[in-house]
Each structure stands twice: as structure tokens, then as C-alpha cells.
């Protein structure tokens, strides 16, 4: 890597590169080979090896404490560099300032939505003085405006002499942000390329030896049966400051069978909440939700689940596995009292184990096989895992949020077909996504959410994903165009806007 450019990583689920970063960054030792910085051959025993040499790196999952506030996050094992107050909090401002990153220092991390926990993540690095800069996904959960200002950053980084190691399936955006390219597959390097002379597709065939996949769904199979109503639903939530906020105001919508209902917005404002109302693990304080024409308001989340509700969770780590538990015992969670995992009352452990075989076959998940625990397998092979075993229960209705993030083009394709698959046998699908391609091409339906409210709705097949984003920053309402009008022919405006700021 040349010192002050910004060098991508590419490859599958399972190549190598979240391995090679860590051994990097100090947190595994290599059987042998060597690194050398500038010009010095090093060995990195720990993680304060590679920060003392300049050597900062963002994970794809974060690392942080969610019972800690932003200011204890950053400051955690740097104490001796700022402080652990006033000078911490100048300095944190002025980074956050410095690289528009919008950083609150006082707010707890778990009332953070995914796309502030990688600011915050950023934050980190910056604070203790990194010159190289290793980013692991660090596109998956922004919209188009904030790839944008995040590339923004990154070239002021590499003009100050920063070097960055951008590791994204996203192949557009490495193409246009890479100075150099390095693609591995299973372990080995394969390939050395320069942006300017290689395309999407020959990149896609050096990572996975096939084709870019499309998320496109040419074929409507919706029917006029509603699977999934929700109407009026409000919550309110109090913050780290005791600030009563609403998070959900009067959202009404309707899924049908065999529809894909597509629910564009930024990271928090109010996605998450919709999605824990609907599953039952967050009580809205009034309000309706009907599946299958039963309500459902009251119930719990487990007879929601035996309803025939399916949940691909936007944090796998958080909410979709036990990591340190084998694979088989992963299959079981959120389906303990469902065939093929109990009998009766009681679990039937080698029903479970056989059906994980079949997921591990069926779905392509990379493992030695049942009985090694979740952490060790790859993000992506982690999601695949998730993604069958929802699916074998055959769900009237699948939340998919982000349902491929962190995974390569050729997981993507895989998980993007089945959803078509199931849909075309009647499967109705919330889907959210920070993917505006994936939103577009995979929904029938579009809505826009902006500070709680369902502001505007849109056709997937004339709307682009730049305009989906300006939607989804406030600056429209109502039924948008493929001019970005709001179908008024007046130009897009509406109360949305009018509450200007942007949501943290």
C-alpha cells in the first residue's frame, strides 16, 4: 500500500479479508511471513502494538459499549492522551467538526442507531492519532448523500497523508474511491488491479468467478389478500437526557401477499422501532398490528414468531446469534417450540442438528460443520445461516432488515433469490434497507420514513436511488416522481422538510 492513498480490499464471504486486517491490526498472529511499515519490518503482538505505530482500524461489527456514553467510548484505554473530560470532549468535538461526523459525546451508545456507531467508531481511530486507517464495510448502512460525504473524507485524509484500507463488496464505490485494488480469494491474493482499467463486472468475476448479480424483480406475483396491517401506531421513548421523543407518529401501512413492501430512510428515524413494534418486543402506546387477519397487538413475540412471522434482525451479532454457540444451536432460536426442533415439549436436538446440515448445504454456508460456534464463521456466512434458518419455517410474513449487508456478490444473489422465490408462493416481505439498489429492485411497493412518519411513497420502477435518497433526508413528501416531483407538479417539498435538521 502507498502512503496516502486509499487501497481496497475485495473479495467473497470467507476469503481472508477480515483475517489479514486483524492479523494487521494485531489482534491474530501469522504462522509466518512478514509486514513491514515504512520501510521497518514489525510484529504486532496486540492491538496497542499497531495504534503505537499508527495503525487504526474501524470493524465491520463495532466495538463498542453499548452502557457507556460516546465520550467514555472514545476515551476508553486512551485515557493518558486527553483526558478523561474537558480536554477529551474539545478534542472530540473538534474531530467530529474537522471531518463532519456529527458526533453527540454525551449520548449512551445504545440509544445510537447503527450508522452513529460507526461515527463513533471513526471517532475512535481519529483520537488516537492513526496514519492508516482500516474500514471494514464502513458503506453498508449509509445512503447515497452520506457514501458521498464519507469519500469526501477519506480523500482529505489521504491529502493530509493518511493511508486507507477500504475493504467493500460495494464494487461501484471501490471503483470510484480506490487508488489501488487488491482482490483475494480463499486466502491468496489474485489479483492486483488499477480502477481506472477494470469495470463492476470483471471485478465481480476475479472476487467470485460469475457475473454482478441484480436485486431486480421483473414479475408482480402481489394479490389483493393483506398479510400484514399496521395502523396508528405511536410511540414515544425518553432518552439518555430524559427527553421524551416520538419515535413513532401515527404509521399505518399494508402488506400483501406476495408483495415486497420496501421501507426507505436513514438510520434512525424510526425503522428500527417499526420493526421491534410489529415483532413485539417494544409495546407502542396505542395502536394496531394484523397479520393474517388476526390482531396480533397483544400478543408475544413468540406466538408472533408461531404465527408464521420470519426475522432477519439488522444487528446479527446483537439480536440473530449466540456466538460463542455451535451452529445447530443457532438454528433453534426463535423457533424453539417449532418442528424440527422440539417434539412436544421437549427440544429434539438431533431433529435440529439434521436440519442444520441442510441449511449449511442448502444455503452455501462456508463451515467445518455443525459444531463450531458462530463466531467463527464470516459475516456473510453468518447471515446466510440466519437467512435459512428463517426461511425453513416458511413465514407468512419476513422482516428483512438489511438482509445483505456485509455479504459478497455471490451471497447477495443467493439470498435476493430466494426472497423472489418465497414471494412468488405468497410470502409477504417488510423489507428494510440501506441498500437503495436492493430497495428498488427487490420492492414492489416504496415508502419513505422520515422522524417516524411514513412521508412518501414511490415506484420502484421509475424512481432512481439518488432521488430515494433525497426523500429520504426530508426534502420531500407525498407520491414521488421519476423527476422527483412529488406528483403534484409542484416541486418536491412537504412538513417533512419543514422540521428541518437532520435526524441523529
Not at 61 to 87: Q, R, Y
Not at 143 to 157: G, K, Y
Not at 371 to 393: C, D, F, P, W, Y
Request: with cysteine; glycine share 12%; hydrophobic share 40%.
Amino acid at each position: 500500500m502507498r502512503r496516502g492513498s486509499v487501497h481496497a480490499l475485495c473479495g467473497e464471504n470467507g476469503a481472508g479479508k477480515s483475517t489479514l486486517m486483524k492479523i494487521l491490526y494485531g489482534m491474530q498472529k501469522p504462522d509466518e511471513g512478514t509486514i513491514t511499515l515504512d520501510g521497518h519490518e514489525v510484529t504486532l503482538h496486540t492491538p496497542g502494538d499497531a495504534i503505537a505505530r499508527g495503525i487504526g482500524m474501524v470493524h465491520q461489527h463495532f466495538m463498542l459499549a453499548d452502557n457507556l456514553t460516546v465520550l467514555e467510548n472514545t476515551v476508553l484505554g486512551a485515557e493518558k492522551l486527553h483526558g478523561i473530560s474537558g480536554g477529551a470532549r474539545a478534542k472530540i468535538r473538534e474531530i467530529s467538526d474537522a471531518y463532519g461526523l456529527n458526533i453527540r459525546p454525551d449520548v449512551l451508545v445504545e440509544d445510537l442507531g447503527v450508522a452513529d456507531r460507526q461515527r463513533v467508531e471513526i471517532l475512535k481511530v481519529l483520537y488516537r492519532g492513526a496514519r492508516t486507517l482500516i474500514l471494514d464495510e464502513p458503506t453498508a448502512v449509509l445512503v447515497p448523500q452520506e457514501v458521498d460525504a464519507l469519500f469526501d473524507n477519506l480523500r482529505e485524509l489521504k491529502s493530509e497523508g493518511l493511508t486507507v484500507i477500504f475493504i467493500s463488496h460495494k464494487l461501484g464505490e471501490v471503483l470510484s474511491v480506490a487508488d489501488d485494488i487488491t482482490v483475494i480469494r480463499r486466502g491468496t491474493t489474485v489479483a492486483s488491479v488499477e480502477p481506472a482499467a477494470t469495470t463492476p463486472k470483471q471485478l465481480a468475476e476475479l472476487m467470485v468467478g460469475s457475473e454482478l448479480p441484480s436485486p431486480e424483480t421483473r414479475d408482480s406475483t402481489v394479490t389483493d389478500q393483506p398479510m400484514l396491517e399496521v395502523d396508528g401506531l405511536h410511540l414515544t421513548a425518553t432518552d439518555s437526557d430524559g427527553v421524551v421523543r416520538t419515535v413513532l407518529d401515527g404509521v399505518g401501512l399494508t402488506i400483501h401477499k406476495g408483495e415486497v413492501l420496501g421501507v426507505a430512510g436513514v438510520e434512525g428515524n424510526g425503522q428500527a422501532e417499526l420493526v421491534e413494534a410489529i415483532m413485539g418486543t417494544r409495546a407502542p402506546d396505542h395502536g394496531t398490528v394484523t397479520l393474517d387477519g388476526t390482531d396480533i397487538s397483544r400478543t408475544t413475540t413468540r406466538r408472533r414468531r408461531e404465527g408464521g412471522i420470519g426475522y432477519i434482525p439488522e444487528d446479527r451479532h446483537r439480536h440473530g446469534l449466540l456466538l460463542e454457540a455451535p451452529l445447530w444451536e443457532n438454528r433453534i432460536l426463535g423457533h424453539v417450540t417449532e418442528r424440527p426442533n422440539s417434539k412436544g415439549k421437549l427440544l429434539d436436538i438431533p431433529g435440529a442438528r439434521k436440519d442444520t446440515a441442510r441449511i449449511v448445504d442448502a444455503y452455501d454456508v462456508r463451515t467445518p460443520g455443525i459444531e463450531v460456534t458462530a463466531a467463527s464463521l464470516s459475516g456473510g456466512n453468518q447471515q446466510k445461516l440466519i437467512v435459512g434458518r428463517e426461511m425453513s419455517h416458511h413465514p407468512k410474513l419476513l422482516i428483512a432488515a438489511h438482509p445483505t449487508r456485509g455479504v459478497d456478490v455471490g451471497a447477495q444473489a443467493q439470498i435476493w433469490e430466494q426472497i423472489r422465490e418465497a414471494r412468488r408462493e405468497g410470502l409477504a416481505v417488510l423489507l428494510i434497507s440501506a441498500d437503495l439498489d436492493e430497495l428498488i429492485g427487490l420492492s414492489d411497493t416504496l415508502r419513505v420514513m422520515y422522524r417516524g412518519r411514513l412521508v412518501a411513497d414511490a415506484d420502484p420502477a421509475v424512481i432512481t436511488p439518488e432521488e430515494l435518497g433525497s426523500a429520504m433526508t426530508g426534502a420531500a413528501s407525498g407520491h414521488l416522481t421519476a423527476d422527483g416531483d412529488t406528483g403534484t407538479g409542484r416541486p418536491a417539498s412537504g412538513g417533512a422538510a419543514a422540521t428541518g435538521g437532520d435526524q441523529e
